[in-house]
């Protein structure tokens, strides 16, 4: 059926189409889907991924963070644009094709799967590349032309602090290590940041597609907002995206050296002390995160199995933030 | 008193069975959910083993920092609104090895092939 609804939708903007083929899903909850299938044409077949909601849904999940599919449309189209590794966008969905709300773009091959990126041979000559690469990608991104940006959410660290003490304390589970984490933000929250840019928001091994010739997308943009550009230094090296290769701080792929090296050769300034703060707010974050699984784990009706386990990924955070904070000899 | 055998003999045994017999019949995404089903077995194994013992130690140290006694789960709420006021912090002798053997006992039973649990492990 989505073949016939897709078929129809790119027959109207993909010149000589002659119907879709082999769309499967690849992803998705209730509110959000990611399908794969190949425009039929003549001259050859086209790769490609329809990203949405399906009718009946919003377009974005968690209205007070998500940046919606329509920005995330945008964005992705300015990245590709000013050369970064991001798909094409080819077309924003309209109410009238009846596929919800979202965009279709160009399939990018490649791993996003990180523990494969970390240890699969096919890998091994882009691994020691990759910190530096993104970097450079990092720099990019909050270099993007700001009149030309959507309109998104603007976070502050010390809003941020805000939101997860909150967060924790909804939760109403106590956790001493959460709470020193808690006053150790406070006590070094570096106030405002004297760059405000765009920011990824989620720019983490797991959230990239890597070929053996390094990195060829930067997806999921969900998270996309205004704020520090170190948060997302940050960000890729909390220890839980190193997936095991802890001693490879940016995204289990190499030193921070070279990630701030390759930022810095693309432009980008940083300021390592911001960088480890929002480091330390990336892991309470994702623990955080973690201990909301348990509760949606316990309120849906189906008590999902995966959700619970997560649940108990919590103490992993715990772990790495007194490895932090309160690290020992 | 209730009859043998035991819960973890009996989660063992299913585990085991799921393990051995079922997961290379499985393919999919269904064989990745199996995977964190038995993992999840075995994370019960290993808190009904360690629970008890790391809970009464846990317990025995709040009670030293906190200079009162009650429910487990009191005394955290305790001490992380002491924490929280920076009534203590790093600085309180017994804090920080309070915090650490306290999460180095939830990895045990939660993740203990998590690789910082097992740095921290070896340098002990």
Known sequence: ?329 | MQDEPTPTELIKAVADFLRNEIVPQIKGHNAFKLRVGINALDLVTRQLALEQGSDAAEAERLKQLLGMDGALIDLNRALSEKIAKGEVDLATPGLAEHLWQTTMDKLAVDQPNYASYKRELGNK
Not at chain 1, 23 to 52: C, M
Not at chain 1, 63 to 90: I, K, T
Not at chain 1, 271 to 285: C, H, I, Q, S, Y
Request: net charge neutral.
């Open chain 1, 1 to 329: 059926m989505i073949e016939d609804q897709l078929g129809r939708c790119v027959a109207s903007w993909y010149k000589g189409a002659t119907g879709v083929t082999g769309a499967a899903k690849l992803s998705g909850g209730a509110s959000q889907e990611t399908w794969t299938f190949d425009i039929v044409h003549p001259g050859g077949n086209f790769g490609a991924i329809l990203r949405r909601a399906p009718p009946g849904y919003g377009a974005s999940p968690s209205p007070s963070r998500a940046a919606g599919l329509d920005a995330e449309a945008v964005l992705m189209q300015l990245a590709y644009d000013a050369g970064l590794p991001s798909p094409r966008v080819m077309h924003v969905l309209t109410p009238e094709e009846r596929l919800g709300r979202g965009f279709i773009m160009a399939r990018v091959e490649g791993e996003t799967l990180a523990r494969k990126i970390l240890r699969d041979e096919e890998f091994a000559q882009a691994r020691p590349l990759l910190a530096r690469q993104l970097g450079r990608i990092a720099a990019g991104i909050h270099s993007l032309p700001r009149a030309r940006l959507p309109n998104l959410r603007s976070m502050t660290a010390t809003r941020e602090i805000a939101d997860l003490d909150r967060e924790y304390r909804g939760a109403d589970w106590p956790r001493p290590v959460f709470e020193l984490a808690l006053r150790w933000l406070a006590d070094h929250d570096p106030g405002p940041s004297r760059q405000v840019t765009l920011v990824h928001g989620d720019f983490r091994n797991g959230n990239l597609i890597i070929g053996p010739d390094g990195v060829r997308a930067v997806l999921d943009w969900e998270l996309a907002h205004f704020g520090d550009p170190m948060e997302d230094l940050g960000w890729i090296c909390v220890n839980s995206w190193r997936f095991g290769e802890i001693d490879k701080p940016a995204g289990g792929f190499g030193s921070r050296e070279d990630l701030f090296a390759g930022y810095e050769e693309a432009g980008g300034k940083v300021d390592a002390d911001r960088v480890m703060f929002w480091e330390v707010m990336g892991t309470l974050r994702w623990g955080i995160m973690c201990g909301r699984m348990m509760q949606r784990f316990r309120n849906a009706p189906d008590h999902p199995m995966e959700q619970a386990v997560i649940g108990r990924r919590t103490s992993e955070t715990e772990i790495d933030l007194l490895r932090l904070l309160a690290p020992r000899g």
